[in-house]
């Protein structure tokens, strides 16, 4: 069982603009700014960006594994924040932690920096 | 800029049930970009980490407002899961706008939109979602 606090997964993310056609494929949003690098600068971005929601499914997807792991029981809620763009391509680091509630947990995106780009905070409840 | 439709009136407005077919093939080739470790685990059940595929129908939500795209800024999004979706069967899911304020920013001027979605199954309510979104107005 881990600590309140505890980090309890990390992982780098490496994503390119290749990635971001097929997110596009499967997911239906098909906004250019994603993997259009004209559209994205004609929007005044300096360039592709991944999709927010690309990078919530990449974080519940792993909190689905670490809750596991950690026996938390069946998720509840998620509340997902975005903070900062991800220029794509890039390299970020995927961040599972514990807060110090003991039935949920924390993922973040971080970029190069450390700076927080998405936060999702997941609630659990007993099986 | 003429055709941005955001008034208060429009808080409660109601769109069209949208049905999305839930395919075995939809669904694992959504698990393979998004965690390809988890594609084998797939069963019957629909995972959490796909249910942004199912998108809320935000893009008709926007056309309908006359919000352009390059005017938003997506900021939030809170899913509640009360029930499983189910593979190979179809959903539905209804949007409502939930509610619309106006404030100033460092953005500028800018709408805080929220959008809510029920999607249910037979019937079932399986998942709630509110998404929240920034339109700036210039």
Known sequence: ???????????????????????????????????????????????????????????VAELARVSREQKLGKLVQTNTKFASMMPAPGTYTLQVSRPGDAASLVAKVLNGEGALCVEVRASYAPV | MESLNLTREIVGRRYPARRNYLSDTWVRSFAQVVCPDSAGEIRDEVPEFFIPALRDGPFEIFNDLGVELKRLLHVSQEYAYSGALKINDWAESVSTISDLKEKSSKLGSIYILDVKTVFTQNQKTCVESLMRVFVRRS
């Open chain 1, 1 to 59: 069982m881990a600590l309140n606090g505890d980090v309890l997964s990390t992982q780098e993310w490496k994503v390119n603009v290749t990635d971001l056609v097929r997110y596009a494929w499967v997911s239906g949003d098909i906004n250019p700014i994603h993997f259009n690098q004209a559209a994205a600068e004609e929007l005044g971005l300096p360039g592709t960006i991944v999709h927010g929601l690309f990078a919530h499914a990449k974080l």
